[in-house]
């Protein structure tokens, strides 16, 4: 049972992670990229997504599960990480800031997704991190 609690908890870590480092990566390519109309949404899509992501790895019991409620099993997170990997891998340059968050998401996801598959229990993805 501990050892179950203790990977549910590196599980958020890893939820509030991804979802911290798709903010930066939001907020880093405004930056260091051309302002078009595109690049512009992508990168507010990307801060509003990891934003998302990171407030509902801390604070799971807040009324944003409300609106977002596939986000209350490792299932729905595992698929939202999944997602938002995805469209973080834009072009895959193994060099790029952006492909290896999107990979990082993506593995993360994938894991969320095997764990909600081989456990019994689906309430512990709504315990929040802190």
Not at 7 to 32: D, M, T
Not at 75 to 86: K, T
Not at 88 to 116: E, K, P, Y
Request: aromatic residues 16%.
């Amino acid at each position: 049972m501990s050892c179950t609690c203790s990977l549910q908890r590196i599980l958020k870590l890893c939820q509030a992670i991804v979802g911290i480092s798709v903010i930066v990566l939001g907020v880093w390519n405004f930056f260091h990229e051309a302002l078009y109309f595109q690049p512009i949404v992508l990168n507010i899509y990307f801060c509003f997504f990891g934003l998302l992501l990171a407030l509902t790895a801390l604070n799971a019991q807040s009324y944003i599960l409300a609106w977002f409620p596939f986000l209350n099993n490792w299932f729905g997170i595992g698929a939202y990480m999944v997602w938002l990997g995805f469209l973080c891998i834009n072009t895959f340059r193994i060099d790029s800031f952006q492909t290896w968050v999107g990979l990082i998401a993506v593995g993360a996801g994938v894991i969320s997704i095997i764990v909600h598959f081989s456990s019994s229990s689906t309430t512990a993805a709504s315990q929040p991190l802190l």
